[in-house]
């Protein structure tokens, strides 16, 4: 006959489990957390992947239909995925020559994310962390209209970008981390000498890290946009796929497009997640942003870098002097998902453990049903228990 067991040992239990459980939450609910101090200094596979075409091509990628929905000078591979201004989601299929395949995968990439994290998230007033961090991998990046090249090595175009960004930045209440540090020559290994760069400024403990380019395709009116009344180059985002952060830096990238929609529809062209590390790997909230095209006129790019710059402290929790905001909700999808999946492994522990003690679905049926009545009233210290083992009032 199998011994019933003790109300001590299943109070015992059940505090275990519950440990186990908050332990198991405090794992998985947040990205770990990695001093700048440990960041590796070189990886073996960076810039293998984080290449672009240098021969004046570029590259187009189509849906199953035949339609443009993208143009790069950035090597496209199969597996790329893509969210499209209209929020589609793409996965690259195949790549032939100069063009890739994609297959659509949802029709609409933002449909989990809740709006209302753009409109309320992380609000943390004058005690939230206000530091946003800029850098250029392609410092010589620039604008022919009006730089008069493409390429200004150490002292590019992009500069004038960067600093209309970080100005908009200011104005919203941000401080500015700025790193002008060059890195050319413009080949693989710039994002290996721009890591350094990374990971001097990550030591200042920034909120988000953005490393700002522009594209290299060459036709001008495929950034040009008019987005309220203004003439601007539309923002590309980039999540690197191959780093610990992909999701988190994913998450981050779709609650930037989320308020842009908002805030400025038209003004995001779209999320590109591409092969490589891009060296997203050194925060949660990293971003490449690619601000128009060389054959764009510079002050459309600095336009819509200020646009872009008017958002994101939101999304961060950084309110401006003039309009300090309540703190709320900081959570990403992914923390919601994680706090989803502690419930469930709740659950079933608590199931496979009435069922173990128990030895049958009716034993823990009416251990549950018992458990929620005399056992909690014994271990609560029931006035009512104690009157019918002793025959005395508890009063008395």
Same mark, same amino acid.
């Given at each position: 006959?199998?011994?019933?067991?003790?109300?001590?040992?299943?109070?015992?239990?059940?505090?275990?489990?519950?440990?186990?459980?908050?332990?198991?939450?405090?794992?998985?609910?947040?990205?770990?957390?990695?001093?700048?101090?440990?960041?590796?200094?070189?990886?073996?596979?960076?810039?293998?992947?984080?290449?672009?075409?240098?021969?004046?091509?570029?590259?187009?990628?189509?849906?199953?239909?035949?339609?443009?929905?993208?143009?790069?000078?950035?090597?496209?591979?199969?597996?790329?995925?893509?969210? *499209? =201004?209209?929020?589609?989601?793409? /996965?690259?299929?195949?790549?032939?020559? #100069?063009?890739? &395949? $994609?297959?659509?995968?949802?029709?609409?990439?933002?449909?989990?994310?809740?709006?209302?994290?753009?409109?309320?998230?992380?609000?943390?007033?004058?005690?939230?962390?206000?530091?946003?961090?800029?850098?250029?991998?392609?410092?010589?990046?620039?604008?022919?209209?009006?730089?008069?090249?493409?390429?200004?090595?150490?002292?590019?175009?992009?500069?004038?970008?960067?600093?209309?960004?970080?100005?908009?930045?200011?104005?919203?209440?941000?401080?500015?981390?700025?790193?002008?540090?060059?890195?050319?020559?413009?080949?693989?290994?710039?994002?290996?000498?721009?890591?350094?760069?990374?990971?001097?400024?990550?030591?200042?403990?920034? *909120? =988000?890290?953005?490393?700002?380019? /522009?594209?290299?395709?060459?036709?001008? #009116?495929?950034? &040009? $946009?008019?987005?309220?009344?203004?003439?601007?180059?539309?923002?590309?985002?980039?999540?690197?796929?191959?780093?610990?952060?992909?999701?988190?830096?994913?998450?981050?990238?779709?609650?930037?497009?989320?308020?842009?929609?908002?805030?400025?529809?038209?003004?995001?062209?779209?999320?590109?997640?591409?092969?490589?590390?891009?060296?997203?790997?050194?925060?949660?909230?990293?971003?490449?942003?690619?601000?128009?095209?060389?054959?764009?006129?510079?002050?459309?790019?600095?336009?819509?870098?200020?646009?872009?710059?008017?958002?994101?402290?939101?999304?961060?929790?950084?309110?401006?002097?003039?309009?300090?905001?309540?703190?709320?909700?900081?959570?990403?999808?992914?923390?919601? /998902?994680?706090?989803?999946?502690?419930?469930?492994?709740?659950?079933?522990?608590?199931?496979?453990?009435?069922?173990?003690?128990?030895?049958?679905?009716?034993?823990?049926?009416?251990?549950?049903?018992?458990?929620?009545?005399?056992?909690?009233?014994?271990?609560?210290?029931?006035?009512?228990?104690?009157?019918?083992?002793?025959?005395?009032?508890?009063?008395?």
């Amino acid at each position: 006959m199998m011994q019933r067991p003790t109300n001590r040992w299943i109070t015992l239990g059940i505090v275990a489990l519950l440990a186990g459980i908050i332990i198991l939450g405090y794992q998985t609910s947040k990205p770990a957390e990695q001093a700048a101090a440990e960041f590796e200094l070189d990886l073996p596979d960076l810039g293998v992947w984080e290449q672009e075409r240098d021969d004046g091509g570029y590259y187009t990628i189509v849906d199953e239909e035949g339609n443009i929905l993208d143009k790069t000078i950035r090597q496209v591979h199969p597996e790329d995925e893509f969210i *499209a =201004a209209n929020n589609r989601h793409y /996965r690259v299929e195949r790549v032939e020559g #100069d063009k890739a &395949y $994609a297959k659509l995968l949802t029709e609409n990439a933002l449909a989990g994310l809740d709006l209302i994290i753009a409109q309320q998230v992380a609000a943390q007033g004058k005690e939230s962390n206000n530091k946003i961090a800029m850098y250029h991998t392609h410092t010589d990046e620039s604008y022919v209209p009006t730089d008069g090249t493409e390429s200004i090595p150490g002292n590019g175009g992009i500069y004038k970008v960067g600093e209309s960004m970080g100005e908009k930045f200011r104005e919203k209440g941000v401080e500015v981390l700025y790193d002008k540090t060059p890195h050319e020559p413009h080949d693989a290994d710039a994002y290996r000498r721009s890591r350094r760069t990374a990971i001097e400024l990550m030591k200042k403990t920034p *909120a =988000a890290i953005i490393d700002v380019h /522009r594209d290299g395709v060459p036709d001008p #009116d495929f950034y &040009y $946009a008019n987005v309220a009344g203004m003439d601007v180059t539309k923002v590309r985002l980039v999540v690197g796929r191959q780093n610990q952060n992909m999701q988190a830096n994913l998450d981050f990238a779709k609650q930037i497009k989320a308020q842009l929609d908002k805030y400025y529809p038209g003004l995001v062209h779209g999320i590109f997640m591409a092969k490589g590390n891009y060296n997203q790997d050194l925060s949660p909230r990293s971003i490449l942003v690619e601000v128009g095209t060389h054959t764009n006129e510079r002050q459309l790019a600095e336009q819509g870098a200020m646009l872009f710059a008017d958002a994101l402290p939101d999304i961060l929790g950084i309110s401006t002097p003039e309009t300090p905001r309540a703190p709320t909700d900081t959570s990403t999808p992914g923390d919601r /998902r994680s706090l989803w999946w502690i419930v469930t492994i709740a659950v079933l522990g608590a199931a496979a453990f009435l069922l173990l003690s128990t030895g049958s679905f009716a034993g823990a049926m009416r251990k549950l049903k018992q458990f929620s009545s005399d056992e909690w009233a014994n271990f609560l210290g029931s006035p009512h228990r104690k009157k019918r083992k002793t025959g005395q009032d508890p009063e008395e």
